[in-house]
């Protein structure tokens, strides 16, 4: 088991950024692969990013150059640099593990999830 732990949404209006972090207890960070995800209301739980056991980074097309996904194993962290917000990025963000080598985008092939934070960005 892996539990997840995210944090630093909130409001910001238009332009700005934010830095969500999640914090993950359990087995050994380093055995997973990390993503974030987002939904907004009425919508489908969408991919953000995700970054390997090794370092490599994915992004969603949409979002490439306003997000940088990172990660600490020596304090169990992922990071989500949000720059340049809109409110169309207004969402709950969910940070979750992967188990798998799949390299997959699909939440589906996520093992584990945190609860979610809330990001609202004002026009």
């Known amino acids: 088991q892996v539990q997840l732990v995210e944090s630093g949404g909130g409001l910001v209006q238009a332009g700005g950024s934010l830095r969500l972090s999640c914090a993950a207890s359990?087995?050994?960070?380093?055995?997973?692969?990390m993503g974030w995800f987002r939904q907004a209301p009425g919508k489908e739980r969408e991919f953000v990013a995700r970054i390997s056991r090794s370092g490599a980074t994915t992004y969603a097309d949409s979002l490439k150059g306003r997000f940088t996904i990172s990660r600490d194993n020596a304090k169990n962290t992922v990071l989500l640099q949000m720059n340049s917000l809109k409110p169309e990025d207004t969402a709950i963000y969910y940070c979750?593990?992967?188990?798998?080598?799949?390299?997959?985008?699909?939440?589906?092939?996520?093992?584990?999830w945190g609860q979610g934070t809330q990001v609202t960005v004002s026009s």
């Open positions: 979750a593990a992967d188990a798998g080598y799949s390299r997959s985008t699909y939440a589906r092939d996520y093992d584990y």
């Open positions: 359990g087995r050994t960070f380093s055995n997973y692969a």
